[in-house]
């Protein structure tokens, strides 16, 4: 077994056993295997790195209260970068391939699954990569699909946290028409001037606005934008620019559980001070309350900076009971590592 601190784990890489690596070639992939270096030899000239042809994941597997690992939604996770594939001209992982290589990977480092209890999980990482050498602007012909696992702390030891938010009138995430709706390492390039910006500013988050406009609510810089309503409606937004998160639609599925309204449409800018909570959501922290957002001279309250609010913090915590083994997988969300 490996020693860990599981208190002091963080959201880094953390070097484990092994990854698992498959080949593309020819038309076809190999039947993968588990690597024990962390590195990777590739051409100089391989497509990722001249033309950007690069996609990756993230989700969860959890140690659950009966002793159980789990991932959370794979299935989703592989539907959503296949389509990401298609988009940049890369051939798809099929699902059977990707939940092989998450059994696989998960398996071989099944000791950095942390213990239940202590709020931790593990994160995978799964990366899809151009590695044929390719200098004129073309796809390449061969590729590398490699799924990397580390264990990953609690963010929220103590209690969730709100946090502020900033709007850059000056700054897009994705064009109308680009690639906003897929998960490519392009999309976060564009994103890092103005996350280290608003980070020297205090600002954890960057709320984007729609890039044709400006008078319409995109998404966070990496997590959906979710609101509730003063009745009680789950609100989060439609957009081509939006990358469609696994844990917003597990979220609107638990609203709706609940008997509440889901509404996924445009959200106006002027808009955003009427609601009673408004949220941030994603793979590594659920839910991140956000009570303050502010656009040049206007400073938009929401909520309270000390407490997340009553109906994002009861979906946080439906979440992770189900993740966590602690309540019935209705949905048939979890699959076990066998």
């Not at 296949?82 to 990977?105: G, N, Y």
């Not at 799964?126 to 702390?153: C, K, N, R, T, W």
């Not at 810089?221 to 081509?240: E, L, P």
Request: net charge negative.
């Amino acid at each position: 077994m490996v020693e860990i601190d599981w208190s002091k784990l963080g959201f880094a890489y953390t070097p484990t056993r092994s990854h698992i690596r498959y080949h593309w070639k020819d038309g076809k992939w190999d039947a993968g295997a588990l690597v024990q270096k962390d590195t990777i030899e590739m051409s100089i000239a391989a497509g990722c790195l001249h033309y950007g042809q690069e996609a990756f994941e993230g989700l969860k597997v959890f140690r659950q209260k009966d002793g159980k690992v789990v991932a959370f939604r794979p299935d989703r996770n592989a539907e959503r970068m296949q389509r990401t594939a298609v988009r940049t001209v890369m051939p798809p992982v099929p699902t059977e391939m990707f939940l092989d290589a998450l059994d696989r990977v998960v398996r071989d480092n099944i000791d950095y699954v942390p213990p239940y209890g202590t709020g931790c999980s593990m994160y995978v990482r799964p990366l899809l990569i151009g590695s044929g050498p390719q200098i004129g602007v073309a796809p390449a012909h061969e590729y590398d699909f490699l799924m990397m696992v580390m264990p990953m702390g609690d963010y929220y030891k103590g209690g969730i946290k709100p946090v502020r938010a900033i709007i850059f009138d000056e700054y897009d995430r994705a064009a109308p028409n680009g690639t906003g709706d897929i998960k490519i390492g392009g999309n976060y390039a564009a994103s890092l001037y103005a996350h280290e910006k608003a980070h020297g500013m205090g600002f954890p988050v960057e709320l984007y606005l729609d890039s044709a406009t400006h008078t319409k609510v995109d998404e966070f810089a990496t997590s959906n934008f979710v609101a509730i309503a003063k009745d009680g409606t789950y609100v989060t937004v439609d957009s081509r620019s939006v990358l469609p998160s696994v844990t917003n639609l597990s979220l609107q599925q638990l609203s709706r559980d609940l008997g509440h309204k889901v509404e996924v449409r445009t959200v106006p800018y002027e808009e955003l001070g009427t609601f009673a909570e408004i949220g941030a959501c994603g793979t590594a922290v659920v839910v991140t309350p956000v009570y303050e957002i502010v656009r040049g001279d206007t400073t938009i309250r929401v909520g309270s900076p000390d407490v997340c609010g009553p109906r994002l913090q009861e979906l946080h915590d439906m979440l992770q009971d189900i993740q966590f083994g602690r309540a019935p997988d209705a949905h048939g969300w979890c699959h076990e590592i066998k």
